[in-house]
């Protein structure tokens, strides 16, 4: 069964990806949550813990966080920019009071005075009860994610107590203690001080511990993370930690099967989507989509599909205040948007299985015409599994509501698809087989890649066959000035600017099997 071959994808590199996205919904540079995780390993290997129980602590470590994602909507209509109000929180005690502190003087940032005003009259009163609320839905998503990514109850039960504080004021309530699990405990301590001592060194590391000690954090804990600190920093990686992070994880797992990572890459996918209301869903529809048009045009539709699911990764690293505006965007917050698929490419940049998955994903908002983003790549450069991606995201996005519009119907949505391939933005034929497979009418003569017209793809033909500019015209009943404005809008479309070069792209897409005969 193919479900069950070996991916070539371990459950640590996936869940390594994960954490990526995780920094950046955190206002954190890449790869804290990997270094957070090395620091609580290597602490607790210094306290003794056995294999199973460093096994728990490395994927708590990894997947705390995991559930901030769920609370963006309410965080950026309370408290602006939701990233920059989480990466407050780690300059704040987490107990009931000095926390409602920072609700309150966080509430309303962004706003006119008087809905400033307004909001914080709100949190004052309802925001112990708002933020219970919430950081149980952090907990029941953060375990839910870890379920299905096939993590048992040593790992999803301590994700349920992140919130535990050891003097007992934290959630679940009256959780304190030796009661909360020893990686919940760890995973504390090396996460808030990674962060102190990456913006003031060793000693604001040592400073926060200290100051923590017997409320959030566990004194025995602090007591060996104070008396180890220097060497825990010091054994840090100075750059990218994840070869470290990976052969860090206690109890090697297998590689995932094939079946196992579309599970995975599921879970992803829905991860992404709990960022807006507004996106609910929206991954797999385009993943659906996209894997039918694929296979209708003999593209590698289990590839597509698999990036499909993943091209959103990247909306992490992006303020819902941006996702959720009813309004225009500014120039600003259009090329915060616009750096969405690099965050997705650098996320799934390793290992080679998912590198090759997000160099498709990345691609899903590049246009032909070299408008799109995030590299503003040309034609030639754009391989076919990327435009069809691009077109079904096109269309399935056109067909959700979105904050700024109501969503189009199929039909206007079909046209407006049409209108793209017309102006050279999205490939004609993938738009065709997207719209088939949505349930629309196929075109009766499917234009051609790069969106040539089938009358630019018969010049193509010729082209790369040796005929001249004349010979064209002759054989297609078309003046030579005609065929001439023809073959520089095909050298625009392609991205290419000789014959050579267009030749090259018409046996790349197939072309020459097209039935035109050189004169």
Known sequence: ???????????????????LAVDLGLGQPMEHVARSCLLACRLGSRMGLDEEDRAALYYTALLGWVGCIADSHDAAKWFGDDIDYRAGVFDVDTKP????????????????PARRAGAKAVVTVTGAHSLKET????????????????????????????????????????????????????????DVTEVHHRHGGLDAALRVAAERRGGHFDPGVVAEFTACAPDLFAGLPEGSGWDDL???????RPELSDGELDTALEVFADYADLKSPYLRGHSRGVSSLAAAAAGRLGVDAVLVRRAALVHDLGRTGVPNTIWDKPGPLTTAERERVRLCPHYTDRMLARPPVLASIGAV???????????????????????MPARVLAAADCYHAMTEPRPHRDALTPA???????????????????????????????????????GLTPREVDVLTLLARGASNRQIARSLGISPKT??????????????????????FAMENGLLNHG???P
Not at 141 to 149: E, H, N
Not at 246 to 252: G, I, T
Not at 485 to 503: C, L
């Open 1 to 19: 069964m193919t479900g069950a071959r070996p991916s070539g994808v371990r459950l640590a590199e996936l869940v390594g990806a994960l954490s």
């Open 97 to 112: 009071l000095p926390f409602l502190g920072y609700l309150v003087r966080r509430a309303g940032t962004g706003a006119s």
């Open 135 to 190: 950081l149980r839905s952090h907990c029941q998503v953060t375990a839910a994610i870890a379920r299905r990514l096939g993590l048992g109850p040593r790992v999803c039960g301590p994700l349920e107590q992140i919130f535990a504080r050891w003097d007992g004021k934290g959630l679940p309530a009256g959780l304190s203690g030796d009661g909360i699990a020893i990686a919940v405990r760890l995973w504390h301590v090396a």
């Open 246 to 252: 990976v052969a860090a994880e206690p109890a090697l």
């Open 361 to 383: 994903a990345a691609l899903a908002h590049e246009r032909l015409d070299g408008s799109g983003h995030h590299r503003g790549l040309p034609a030639a450069a754009i391989p």
């Open 412 to 450: 206007a949505a079909a046209k407006e698809l049409l209108a793209e391939a017309s102006a050279g933005r999205l490939d004609a034929s993938a738009v065709d087989a997207v719209l088939a497979c949505a349930g629309h009418r196929p075109s009766r003569r499917p234009a051609g890649p790069a």
């Open 483 to 504: 065929a001439g404005n023809h073959i520089e809008h095909i050298y625009t479309k392609t991205g290419v600017s000789t014959r050579a070069a267009a030749t090259l």
């Open 516 to 518: 035109v005969n050189t």
